[in-house]
T-cell receptor
């Protein structure tokens, strides 16, 4: 079951630069996509979401882009800050709020 | 700020033993979930619970698993006879009626180690 895939297990970015995290999905029936952030020893926390009828959603430094034809979404963080260092999970909603997660990408922001 | 709390933070058990993981969801939330993450793998959905019954469960959630909301505040996950492959971090989550679509509030997790 690989309905949501994050192909990059890790990403390292310089502080102040843009971080771009990518995610692909296979199920065209997903109607919402989300990004969660997870720090060590904590549960995942909601970051941003996007409806399948939109192609962009922005919240402060975080922007999510959705390309439905390519079944691809991305999270842009700009400018990146040291506190952004975490594991980022892409997720999609299937059914009544059942989240399907990707494998996660560990983002490290270097000072 | 209200949060989801889970106990124990870490439990070590022998294969075949019963385990109960406990969660206290955010007080005005009505939807409750258990997810798990085996080390190095993705976070996987186990079960959702609403109005005192299971609303959806995954293939992982077989007869060895059960959930219960024994009172107005706790939400428990029971594994009847643990197997080695049940070793994972188990996350409880909840959400209210209102809020952003897909926004679940997760606890810090209970790490289960089956020997």
């Amino acid at each position: 079951d690989q309905q949501v895939k994050q192909n990059s297990p890790s990403l390292s970015v310089q502080e102040g630069r843009i971080s771009i995290l990518n995610c692909d999905y296979t199920n065209s029936m997903f109607d919402y996509f989300l990004w969660y952030k997870k720090y060590p020893a904590e549960g995942p926390t909601f970051l941003i979401s996007i409806s399948s009828i939109k192609d962009k959603n922005e919240d402060g430094r975080f922007t999510v882009f959705l390309n439905k034809s390519a079944k691809h979404l991305s999270l842009h963080i700009v400018p990146s800050q040291p506190g952004d260092s975490a594991v980022y999970f892409c997720a999609a909603i299937q059914g009544a709020q059942k989240l399907v997660f990707g494998q996660g990408t560990r983002l490290t922001i270097n000072p | 700020e209200p949060e989801v709390t889970q106990t124990p933070s870490h439990q070590v058990t022998q294969m075949g033993q019963e385990v109960i993981l406990r969660c206290v969801p955010i007080s005005n939330h009505l939807y409750f979930y258990w997810y798990r993450q085996i080390l190095g793998q993705k976070v996987e959905f186990l079960v959702s619970f609403y109005n005192n019954e299971i609303s959806e469960k995954s293939e992982i959630f077989d007869d060895q698993f059960s959930v219960e909301r024994p009172d107005g505040s706790n939400f428990t996950l029971k594994i009847r006879s643990t197997k080695l492959e049940d070793s994972a971090m188990y996350f409880c989550a909840s959400r209210g009626i209102w809020g952003r679509t897909g926004e679940l509030f997760f606890g810090e997790g209970s790490r289960l180690t089956v020997l």
